[in-house]
C-alpha cells in the first residue's frame, strides 16, 4: 500500500496492545510507527518510571502533551500513545481532530493477565496493580470512547487478527484502500 494521506493512532489501558498492535500495523500500511513513550524516553535522556519519580505526573503530562501536539502534526504513520495520553483535553482533541484514532479495549482482568509480571509501568506499582487498572479503567474508558473513532474489542484474539480487523474498519470507513 502507498502512504497514507491520514495519521492513525492507538488508544487504550497501558498493556492493551497499542505498541504491538501499532507496529503491525504500521507493517501492514507500509507507514512509519511511532511509539510516543519512546520519543518522550529519547527526548528526557531517561526511563518514563525514572522521570514520573523525580518529577511527579504532571511534569510528565506536560512533556507528553508537547510530544503529542508535535507527533500527531507528522506525516502519515500509526502512533502508539501512552495509556494515560487521554487525560489531558488538548491530546483528546488533537488525537480525534489530526487522526484516526483506534480505543484498543481491554478488559482490566485481561490487561492484568498480561502485565502481572511487568515492572516497568509506574502507575502499577501499588500493593493492588488489579484494583488498580479498574480504577484507571472507570476513569479514562469514557476519555478513550470519546476521543477515538474506532473502538476495537481486544479480548483474546491474536495480533495478526486484531490488526485485520482494524484494517477492515479502515477500508470501510474509507480512510485506507481495500487490499486486492
Known amino acids: 500500500m502507498n502512504a497514507l494521506p491520514a495519521r492513525i493512532a492507538c488508544v487504550g489501558l497501558p498493556g492493551s496492545g497499542k505498541s504491538t498492535i501499532g507496529r503491525q500495523l504500521a507493517r501492514r500500511l507500509d507507514v512509519k510507527f511511532i511509539d510516543s513513550d ?29 510530544v503529542v501536539d508535535e507527533l500527531t502534526l507528522d506525516g502519515a504513520c500509526v502512533l502508539s500513545t501512552g495509556g494515560g495520553t487521554i487525560l489531558r483535553p488538548a491530546n483528546r482533541e488533537h488525537l480525534r481532530q489530526r487522526t484516526q484514532a483506534i480505543y484498543l479495549h481491554s478488559a482490566p482482568e485481561d490487561v492484568f493477565r498480561r502485565l502481572r509480571n511487568d515492572q516497568n509501568r509506574p502507575l502499577l506499582q501499588v500493593s493492588d496493580p488489579l484494583a488498580r487498572l479498574k480504577e484507571l479503567y472507570g476513569v479514562r474508558d469514557p476519555l478513550y470512547r470519546e476521543t477515538s473513532h474506532f473502538v476495537i474489542e481486544t479480548g483474546r484474539p491474536s495480533v495478526s487478527t486484531l490488526v485485520n480487523m482494524i484494517l477492515m474498519q479502515l477500508e470501510l470507513a474509507g480512510i485506507v484502500p481495500a487490499r486486492a
Open 38 to 66: 519512546l520519543v518522550i524516553e529519547q527526548r528526557i535522556g531517561c526511563s518514563i518510571r525514572e522521570f514520573f519519580e523525580r518529577e511527579g505526573e504532571s511534569a510528565f503530562r506536560d512533556l507528553e502533551e508537547a
